[in-house]
């Protein structure tokens, strides 16, 4: 991993926190900086990453040592990045993209956690400058729990995750995500986006529908009688709305 020296997390979640923490114990050189437009947790985030810092060794020596911060300013954040990860909903994507253009370094690879991948590679190709390679990244990682406070530095252990292509992606740049994203304990696929888009369709984001329509297809005194089965089948429906209104909405087609 000597090509990243600092990877900048935009989205400070369940997803985007577990990566910071992840890169931390996993990443000795990186430095990583992370982003929220939340003030709430931007404190959250420091607080974390003073803690995993603490536990990785001598306290004073990390502390110090600069591996983690966290900044209010979102251009400030990316204008030193070698990897820029989008941990957000999926429709903020298109204005990220255009907000942290003129601020991203040339060479610089983007990518996100997204569920879906068209919109996405499209959004990009259209916002990004040309010097800047993104790829599309879907670790199958994650709970129906949210925030930071969720947040587990061996979340993508022994799960899969999607890396999105296109004619145009910087072929380096692919090899340099299959690295980061096995360092984190991910074994690593490349699909392209509309077939990722497709197969997602199928396998999570229908199950999801189908979760949260049983649930409100009963009423909340029927509920209370709900069996092992039940709960088993509708747990991921209460997965958070805002993000699942994200996926359903660019992958409308399939």
Known sequence: MKDLRQITVIGLGLLGGSITLAVLRTFPAVKVVGYSHRRTTRRKGRQLAATALQSLGSARDRLHS????????????????????????????????????????AGCIV???GSTKVLSHR?????????????????????????????????????????????KTNRQA???????????????????????????????????IIATALINA??????????????????????PANIWADVLATNAIN
């Open 66 to 105: 600069g591996r983690a911060k966290i900044v209010d300013d979102i251009n400030e954040s990316v204008s030193n990045a070698d990897l820029v990860i989008l941990a957000t909903p999926i429709c903020t994507f298109e204005k990220i993209f255009s907000d942290i253009a003129d601020s991203l370094p």
């Open 123 to 167: 959004w990009a190709d259209r916002k990004l400058p040309k010097v800047v390679h993104y790829v599309g990244s879907h670790p199958i990682a994650g709970s129906e729990q949210r925030g930071i406070e969720f947040a587990r530095d061996d979340l993508f252990e022994q799960t899969a995750c999607i890396l999105t292509t296109t004619k």
């Open 174 to 208: 692919v090899q340099t995500l299959k690295k980061f994203w096995s360092g984190l304990g991910c074994f690593v696929k490349l699909m392209r986006p509309a077939e990722h888009d497709r197969i997602f369709a199928n396998i999570s984001h229908l199950p999801h």
């Open 218 to 239: 009963n009423s909340s005194e029927e509920l209370k009688f709900a069996g092992k089965g039940f709960i088993d089948t509708t747990r991921i429906a209460s997965g």
């Open 111 to 113: 990518t996100d956690v």
